[in-house]
Each structure stands twice: as structure tokens, then as C-alpha cells.
């Protein structure tokens, strides 16, 4: 089973702030990485699929890269709605979810 | 656009079986493209997929579940279900079913998931 650790568990920013997530992998993904955002109470929503395409209706201020073990996920601007949890997930290999990071507001 | 709406016991015995249906709405799930998906996160937890079953039907079922889970679609009715047996206090989470859809043309990797129901909470209790 490929493993996803995300780091930092938690990142403290300010809107307005940019926000770096990373997620590395146990073992190559490829370029199968995909990026969720979870707000209490909500199934999560899609942001990002294959490092670097973004769903649709998501904003051109959420971008991704990366490659075959690391990964990132980086909010240019952070607007009040983007302080959620955000995840990773891989599907070169099955499909497995990272732990998670909390963006909360500092 | 697709919806989907998970729909069965809230409440499960241990050592019974889970039973969930999703009912997908504004889509159908013969669609080629898209696989149809079971995901659940233990509360405060991270995701963990449970498995998914194509648009032709064929199921793709997680190893550390597969002795347990069992996949099924009724393209009559469009909707698809899980089945988990036997549950113990540990499969307490909230389900959600998802689609994925395809990226590639082969299917086999890559893609997300873009449509989610809203989830349910399944309590494993005596």
C-alpha cells in the first residue's frame, strides 16, 4: 500500500497569506495525485487531479505540483472560506488518502 | 448535475452486515468514464477508500476490506451498494459514496472524485 504523509499537520496563516501544503509518498505515484478540501460537516470537495489540473469551479488561486514522491498544494491568497482540512490521494496504486492538514486561521 | 444520496441503517450490530445503497440522480452510472465509489473517515479521521465498481460493473475492492466488502450495481434503478460484513465497534464512520471519474482513456489510474453524497454515519453498537 503506497502511504501519503502530509506535512504540516496544521499550518497557522492569516488571510491573505500563502499556503504551502505538502504530501510525499511512500513510493512513486507518478503523476496520479489529487488535492480535497474538507470543511467540518461536509463531504470533501475536489481542488486539484494528475499534481497540477484543477476541477472545475475551483479558483485559479489553488495550484499543484510535483511529481513522482512529492507533492504540493499551494494557496496563493488565502481567502476566509480556504481554512478547511485538505487532503491527498493517490490512484497510480489502488487509491489511499493522506492524513491530512488543518489550515486554520492564525 | 449528478447527485448522489447515501440511504440505509444508521445503527448495525456487531459481527452483522452494513448495507448502503447510493442512488445516483442527473447522471447514470453505465456511463463510461466513471467509477462508482464507496469512501468512509472514522470521525476526526482520515479518508479511507473502500472500493469502487465501473461503469461496466466490475468491482475493485480495497485488500485491507476485500474479505469483508462486497460491490454491486443496479443499472435499473442507478444506484450501487456496499455491503460489509461483519462489522465490529472499529467500521463505525461516516460513509460516503463518491463518483470518479477517468482521466486517461485506459481508466487505470489518475482522475478524482467529483461528486460526493452528503454521508452517513454508521454506528457498529450492541
Known amino acids: 500500500e503506497i502511504v501519503l504523509t502530509q506535512s504540516p499537520a496544521t499550518l497557522s496563516l492569516s488571510p491573505g497569506e500563502r499556503a504551502t501544503l505538502s504530501c510525499t509518498a511512500s513510493?512513486?505515484?507518478?503523476?496520479?495525485l489529487a488535492w480535497y478540501q474538507q470543511k467540518p460537516g461536509q463531504a470533501p470537495r475536489l481542488l486539484i487531479y494528475?499534481?497540477?489540473k484543477r476541477a472545475t469551479g475551483t479558483p485559479a488561486r489553488f495550484s499543484g505540483s510535483g511529481s513522482g514522491t512529492d507533492f504540493t498544494l499551494t494557496i496563493s491568497t488565502l481567502e476566509p472560506e480556504d481554512f478547511a482540512v485538505y487532503y491527498c490521494?493517490?490512484?497510480?496504486?489502488?487509491?489511499?488518502f493522506g492524513g491530512g492538514t488543518k489550515v486554520q486561521i492564525k | 448535475q449528478v447527485q448522489l444520496q447515501e440511504s440505509g441503517p444508521r445503527l448495525v450490530r456487531p459481527s452483522q452486515t452494513l448495507s448502503l445503497t447510493c442512488t445516483v440522480s442527473?447522471?447514470?452510472?453505465?456511463?463510461?468514464?466513471?467509477?462508482w465509489t464507496w469512501i468512509r473517515q472514522h470521525p476526526g479521521k482520515e479518508l479511507e477508500w473502500i472500493g469502487y465498481?465501473?461503469?461496466?460493473?466490475?468491482?475493485y475492492i480495497s485488500p485491507s476490506l476485500e474479505s469483508r466488502v462486497a460491490l454491486a450495481s443496479d443499472t435499473s434503478q442507478n444506484r450501487f451498494s456496499l455491503q460489509l460484513s461483519p462489522v465490529t465497534a472499529a467500521d463505525t464512520a461516516f460513509y460516503y459514496c463518491?463518483?470518479?471519474?477517468?482521466?486517461?482513456?485506459?481508466?487505470?489510474?489518475?482522475?478524482?472524485?467529483?461528486?460526493w453524497g452528503h454521508g452517513t454515519l454508521v454506528t457498529v453498537s450492541s
Open positions: 442527473g447522471g447514470s452510472i453505465s456511463s463510461a468514464g466513471y467509477f
Open positions: 490521494q493517490q490512484r497510480n496504486s489502488w487509491v489511499t
Open positions: 494528475d499534481t497540477f
Open positions: 465498481i465501473s461503469y461496466s460493473g466490475t468491482p
Open positions: 513510493e512513486t505515484v507518478n503523476s496520479y
Open positions: 463518491a463518483r470518479m471519474f477517468c482521466s486517461g482513456s485506459s481508466c487505470s489510474r489518475g482522475g478524482g472524485f467529483d461528486s
